[in-house]
């Protein structure tokens, strides 16, 4: 890569060449933003992937690291990596509206901790990514701002609830992005759009500054091509925060357990096949691609066998229910009187103006979480419903701590389904539900998880499939995400010229 070859400046390329690239002096951060920005341009117009662009601040970062550089002073270890962040991540001063009306107005007076420690570490924000409307989505199409399309087939969806961020990744706007998981709202998107999509353990990264939906499931997650930029992220973002209650201290071993996958040998690695969920319901591309799947991991030298897990299929249900509980507590500050656009007049009344506030800012499938939320912790139906759930929660939990008592990850599909299209689902928000059967074990259990890039169905949509290891065992998931992807790293999508509106 070099200063004469502006495009390979973008998000093209990985994340450790631009950092090499920088450092070495051969192109600049700001090339590097530059050419980023002008491809969000292009694919904003084409996927809506973007709440907001940010060129003079990104540039205005760019120019400090080109002349920290020309002075002779130290890079930090991503400087000139331009990343994309989903819209629920407060950045101080820009408009952080997690995809919902009623934070229009909203501009944080705080960084979350992940945005300041990756800019900490050189890393250049670019963009806040389009997302469903507080995260509640499987599509990205809830999302005050529009939905987000696919950069594969504009008729499709990109995924959600980090739509937006995948799709500036698999688009190459950038080379990383941010988003969140709370029950599989990075890998689903990542899965569909092609990428690698990565949820560590639940305490992994802080959670200050991330808007709230469901507090004991939300993660903060990566998205990446490549297997070691994701390790190089992981490094810069883990460490306790003492504004995070729930984080735990964690080594910067991301990248090395990236790099270890690099010779392609899993030799001794036990893998086991979730037959709960890799078996019917699952559209025949997706059980081909876990196939072919197990015989990379076998050729790689692992030991794949069944394993199961009984509860398996009954943690939607439990995901949903106890997600929506807690948003319906979380959303509860969203009242038009102190947080949130008002609708209405002060002379009508404080119960006026906040019912109107709420009807007419919260999107449909927000209104009908917290109602479900709600209903499941009123008195009566607490024990029944929320309580019940609670209790499946553990038993999942319990038998996914079996299951890794026997093997080191498991392998399931991340999504039953390639991208779907665009209005598909959206009446029917059982099959959109549906669609986190995969993916939600992991934040029941609290355990991390990956989605790698696993081919394409017969219409060229990206299909994958989904790694888990036990908890704090993160590092495992990247050496078998990168000895999956080796020599295999996953194409850019060509918006402007997408493949097909089928």
Not at 242 to 270: K, Q
Not at 271 to 299: K, W, Y
Not at 366 to 373: A, E, P, S, Y
Request: proline share 5%; net charge negative.
């Amino acid at each position: 890569m070099s200063a004469e070859d502006p495009g390979a400046a973008s998000g093209t390329v990985s994340a450790h060449e631009i950092v090499q690239a920088v450092a070495a002096g051969t192109v600049r951060a700001r090339d590097v933003v530059d050419a980023a920005l002008a491809r969000a341009d292009q694919v904003q117009a084409a996927t809506n992937a973007f709440t907001e662009l940010l060129p003079e601040r990104a540039r205005a970062a760019a120019d400090r690291l080109d002349a920290a550089r020309a002075a002779g002073t130290a890079l930090p270890p991503l400087a000139g990596v331009p990343f994309v962040a989903k819209a629920n991540l407060c950045v101080e001063g820009v408009a952080t509206t997690a995809g919902s009306a009623i934070l229009a107005d909203f501009r944080p007076p705080y960084d979350a901790t992940v945005i300041a420690r990756l800019e900490a570490a050189g890393a250049i924000l670019i963009g806040m990514g389009n997302m469903d409307e507080f995260g509640m989505g499987s599509s990205s199409e809830s999302s005050a701002h529009g939905p987000v399309r696919n950069p594969w087939n504009d008729a499709r969806v990109a995924g959600g609830s980090s739509g937006g961020p995948a799709v500036a990744v698999a688009a190459g706007v950038v080379p990383l992005a941010l988003g969140t998981d709370t029950g599989g709202s990075v890998r689903q998107p990542a899965a569909f759009c092609g990428v690698l999509g990565f949820k560590p353990t639940y305490g992994t990264l802080s959670r200050h500054g991330v808007i709230a939906y469901g507090s004991s499931l939300d993660q903060v997650g990566v998205l990446a091509r490549g297997a070691l930029d994701v390790g190089l992220v992981m490094d810069a973002l883990v460490g306790k925060d003492a504004n995070d209650a729930t984080t735990v201290e964690v080594p910067p071993t991301f990248a090395a357990a990236a790099r270890e996958g690099g010779d392609g040998r899993l030799a001794g690695v036990r893998v086991g096949v979730v037959p709960e969920l890799s078996g019917a319901g699952n559209d025949p591309a997706v059980a081909r691609a876990l196939d072919e799947t197990v015989q990379r991991l076998r050729h790689a030298g692992a030991e794949v066998s069944e394993v199961h897990v009984p509860s398996a299929q009954a943690a939607v249900a439990c995901y949903y229910l106890i997600a929506s509980a807690e948003a319906s507590s979380n959303l509860a500050r969203y009242d038009g009187m102190i947080t949130g656009v008002r609708v209405g007049d002060d002379a009508e009344g404080q119960e006026a103006v906040m019912t109107a506030s709420r009807g007419a800012r919260f999107g449909t499938e927000v209104r009908r979480r917290v109602l479900m939320g709600t209903f499941a912790l009123s008195a009566g139906h607490v024990d029944a419903w929320y309580g019940r759930a609670l209790q499946v929660r553990r038993k999942v939990a319990n038998e996914l701590q079996a299951a890794f008592e026997q093997v080191d990850l498991l392998l399931t599909p991340t999504v039953p389904t390639a991208a779907f299209r665009l209005g598909e689902r959206l009446d029917d928000p059982l099959a959109m539900y549906l669609g986190d059967v995969d993916t939600c074990l992991a934040n029941l259990a609290g355990v991390g998880g990956i989605s790698v890039p696993a081919g394409r169905d017969q219409d060229g949509l990206p299909l994958a499939a989904q790694l888990l290891a036990p908890a704090l065992q993160d590092g495992r998931l990247l050496r078998a995400a990168a000895v999956l992807a080796r020599g295999d790293e996953p194409r850019i999508a060509p918006v402007g010229a997408i493949e097909g509106t089928a």
